[in-house]
């Protein structure tokens, strides 16, 4: 759609959220990038956005709703006929992806003051599952003013259709690979297949990939899948979690010792308990550091979970799930059911926010980027360097340990890890932030970090952070300066 409306000249901008994206998995940028592009793909547009921005030097740290009006409806209402076109589009991919629910909830109401434009149609073309915010949002507005499409009430023979077009295609291909033969697997076996995948193009997807990679093994994963699937369950989302856990079981060889096998198990929660938390995707060999593991044991335990999760050839690529559902299934211990893979989310964010402050503090030291001079503006530091000497994992340590810290609802202790952290590298801690072009980030982190420790009632905490208030609004009004 976005790429249809581009060619026409009636794209607007797009925003496709990604949860563990960094940026992309929230919405504290999802106004400003939508001004931005607003701006390049309508140039009647660019002086008063500009115009907006002048007028609040503060405004990316300002609200949803006062940075849509300032930098979107207020641009958009001072166009003209003869300025620009009459129609514009708006395209968001998976809204339910964004990880605030309030979020999400002040973004569907925002969208519905699109119907303030009197010379300009705004159009936005929203695709998300439907979670509860995301419903009630819609809801909320005026029935006249959108039209939904539900994938789930298309007509099932179409949706079993087009399955079965794609297994064709998929197992045909695999039969190819393996000399399997020209008629492999068989028109009953695609129908079977079908009928497990209940009109769930992951699921179909995520069994070929399973039966790929198992290679001279091809026939035997089918055959597991097969007998696996039990014909009395009816919840497409069941479906879902059997071939997940078909897919981690064989991940776990029946040659194993009993040792062998809880040492694997425990591998792959702190593994991929990392992966679906991880707030930006990082590689393996990011992964590895930051988890102070070695990188062979991660690429051993992930081996034979390519059919669930996308595993670079190139280890520098970032490591990612083929499908959000996946983290679902992992994190909700009703649907994994198997105690010896679900993760526990809050155990999991409290070794991240660990892992991330303890690799901070083996990194961080003055002068990091060794510039030898207080004086040296960022801007006349190429990025190469900045990166050489703030690797990725350090990077994710410094723009993400509080937001894992907040996420496992732990307190802050006297004399702990994090106070610790904070009297010996705090100031290290800014300066690579400065580094990274994040001072912003820095600010929020430390007013993150002034509510947990008063809600623990520290009071050395409580001391340490009124002392660094005045240090606080000081950076606030040079990051708005300066962004």
Avoid at 95 to 108: G, Q, S, V
Avoid at 176 to 186: C, D, I, T, V
Avoid at 320 to 339: I, V
Avoid at 391 to 420: F, M, R, S, T
Wanted: with cysteine; glycine share 6%.
């Amino acid at each position: 759609m976005a790429r249809k409306y581009y060619g026409q000249k009636h794209l607007g901008a797009s925003f496709f959220f990604s949860r563990g994206g960094g940026d992309v998995g929230n919405a504290s940028k999802f106004v400003t990038s939508i001004a931005v592009q607003l701006a390049n793909n309508v140039p009647s547009l660019q002086k008063y956005i500009s115009e907006a921005i002048k007028d609040r030097t503060d405004i990316a740290s300002q609200s949803l709703r006062d940075q849509w009006r300032q930098l979107v409806l207020g641009p958009l209402s001072k166009l003209d006929d003869n300025s620009c076109r009459s129609l514009y589009v708006l395209v968001v991919d998976a809204l339910d992806e964004c990880e605030n629910e309030n979020d999400i909830r002040i973004i569907l109401s925002l969208f519905s003051e699109a119907r303030s434009l009197d010379l300009v149609r705004l159009q936005i073309f929203i695709t998300s599952r439907p979670e509860v915010p995301i419903r009630h949002g819609v809801y909320q507005i005026p029935e006249a003013e959108h039209q939904d499409f539900v994938l789930h009430n298309i007509c099932p023979a179409i949706v079993d259709h087009d399955i079965t077009i794609f297994l064709e295609h998929e197992l045909g291909f695999i039969g190819q690979e393996r000399a399997l033969g020209a008629g492999w697997p068989g028109e009953k076996v695609i129908q079977r297949l079908v009928q497990h995948a209940s009109g769930l193009f992951i699921w179909a997807a995520t069994a070929c990939r399973f039966i790929r990679e198992g290679k001279r093994f091809a026939v035997k994963r089918l055959r597991t899948i097969l007998e696996g699937s039990s014909s009395d369950i009816i919840v497409p989302e069941k479906h879902l979690d059997e071939i997940y856990i078909t897919v981690l079981k064989h991940s776990i060889s029946t040659e194993y010792t009993d040792e062998e096998k809880t040492e694997l198990y425990s591998m792959l929660r702190i593994t991929l308990g990392s992966v679906v938390i991880l707030l930006f995707s990082l590689s393996v060999f990011s992964l590895s550091t930051l988890l102070h593991l070695p990188k062979e044991n991660i690429d051993q335990t992930l081996d034979d979970l390519h059919a669930i999760l996308d595993i670079p050839e190139d280890q520098i690529r970032p490591l990612r799930l083929h499908h959000p559902s996946f983290r679902d299934f992992l994190l909700n211990k009703s649907r994994c059911g198997d105690t010896e893979f679900w993760v526990d989310e809050k155990h999991a964010h409290r070794t991240m926010a660990d892992r991330c402050i303890r690799l901070m503090f083996t990194k961080l030291k003055q002068d990091i980027c060794d510039q030898r001079g207080p004086g040296i503006y960022v801007a006349d530091v190429e990025s190469v360097r900045v990166e050489a000497c703030l690797l990725p994992e350090v990077q994710y340590a410094c723009l993400y340990w509080v937001q894992h810290l907040q996420k496992c609802g732990d307190g802050l202790h006297d004399n702990g890890q994090i106070h610790e952290f904070l009297l010996t590298h705090f100031l290290h801690w800014l300066e690579a932030l400065s580094w990274m072009r994040k001072s912003g980030e820095g600010i929020l982190a430390i007013i993150s970090l002034e509510t947990i420790a008063f809600v623990s009632l520290s009071l050395p905490y409580q001391a340490f952070f009124k002392l660094n208030y005045d240090l606080e609004q000081r950076l606030s009004r040079l990051v708005r300066v300066y962004p």
